[in-house]
């Protein structure tokens, strides 16, 4: 057995792993391709995953150039080498991304945080397990979707006016109501969100998953109301069934639809611009030069990949979704599934880019309902305006 070859394959596996979850899964599911065709891509990437290491053990490690029994690799052919080539960078890519992902820090702007963890599964006496697809994965005994993470953060604002200083916002977001996991769940989800009495309650979309359980949105997000409102956008599972219906539903319980427009709030006092995002799969953006120059912007949008957009619009705060902080997070690598332009750079978190605050919610469930390292979430964030606290 030649020991470096056989680093160099797992090497190699390793980076046409990344290959195909960056590309094949990753960035495609970031832009408006129909369902049924990311099915099959997902089809795909199942079967060349596992698939690689076994034709490469046997056609260049045993067989052909016999790589793991002391053979030269400048007798593998050229259309292995233009692939292998591809699996290395990629190799390399995975590694110093996850570099990076160790070393990054929480922004300055994080002032405060807590959170607690809700066994929703011991607090209902069951496991909220419904009819819907995917039940296995409901019932895996490591599967922790029924552990809650009810998470309070603290932002310092630059620029907040200080008459929104201790401003409050619940962000919901990807609830993906498609009967696997039982309307109590969300239920109880509810009753937290109720007793939380926020200010502001936003949801930044992906709601269903299955049409026929709009009715589910009354006994849940149609129970909760804030003192300056409630303000929804829908997201790409969305997109896939019956958007129009869903929105008029969310309506008719008193919320706002910002979907592509600009609302003014008036705040304790002051103008709060609130806009909805739903690109690339619904609308158009926001037009927030309708905001007064004073007024606080908060963007809402489904996918944390329109930070760019953003940041050359002056938001102040934006509230994202849609990558569900990766599902399953594996040691040391953490999030590898993200449906991003960005791969898992915007996977779940906290981001300041200037002079944009990113928060990234995990969401509290998905079309395919498991975690593992990685916690189900709903977050309520405080606002505070430095200038505020100087004059105190």
């Not at 797992?10 to 590309?23: K, P, R, Y």
């Not at 502001?200 to 949105?217: A, S």
């Amino acid at each position: 057995m030649d020991w470096l070859n056989a680093f160099l394959f797992f090497l190699l596996i390793a980076g046409h792993t990344e290959f195909q979850v960056a590309i094949v899964v990753n960035r495609s599911h970031a832009i408006p391709l129909p369902c049924g065709f990311l099915r099959q891509l997902r089809h795909v990437h199942d079967v060349l995953v596992p698939a690689f290491p076994l034709v490469l053990i046997w056609f260049l490690g045993i067989k052909g150039p016999r790589l793991l029994l002391g053979g030269s690799w400048s007798d593998v052919g050229w259309s292995w080498r233009v692939y292998l080539a591809i699996c290395a960078v990629s190799c390399v890519a995975l590694i110093l991304t996850t570099i990076a992902r160790r070393l990054r820090r929480d922004p300055a702007c994080l002032i405060a945080s807590e959170s607690q963890v809700v066994n929703i599964e011991k607090e209902l006496g069951a496991r909220p397990v419904g009819a819907g697809p995917y039940q296995g994965l409901a019932n895996l005994s490591i599967n922790e979707m029924f552990q809650l993470e009810y998470t309070q953060k603290t932002f310092e604002l630059r620029g907040l006016p200080n008459e929104l200083d201790g401003l409050t916002i619940m962000h919901l977001s990807d609830w993906h109501f498609i009967g696997t996991l039982d309307l109590p769940y969300f239920q109880y989800v509810t009753d937290i969100v109720t007793k939380a009495e926020s200010d502001l309650i936003v949801f930044t979309g992906d709601l269903l998953d299955d049409q026929r359980l709009i009715d589910w949105i009354e006994p849940t997000l149609g129970q909760m109301s804030a003192p300056f409102g409630c303000y929804f956008i829908l997201g790409n599972h969305d997109w896939y069934l019956q958007p129009e219906k869903t929105r008029e539903r969310f309506e008719q319980l008193g919320w706002h639809d910002v979907s592509g427009t600009v609302k003014l709030v008036d705040t304790k006092g002051h103008p709060l611009a609130i806009g909805g995002d739903e690109r690339p799969w619904m609308g158009e953006a926001p037009d927030f030069s309708i905001a007064p120059e004073n007024s606080m912007r908060l963007l809402l949008s489904h996918s944390p990949d329109n930070i760019k957009w953003a940041k050359r619009n002056a938001i102040d705060l934006m509230l994202a979704g849609h990558n569900h902080g990766g599902q399953v997070r594996l040691p040391i690598i953490e999030a590898v599934y993200s449906p991003s332009i960005y791969g898992c750079r915007y996977a779940s978190g906290v981001f300041f880019e200037e002079p944009t605050l990113l928060y990234i919610s995990r969401g509290i469930s998905g079309r395919h309902p498991l975690r593992w390292r990685c916690l189900p979430e709903i977050t309520r964030l405080t606002l505070r305006s430095p200038t505020a606290h100087q004059t105190r």
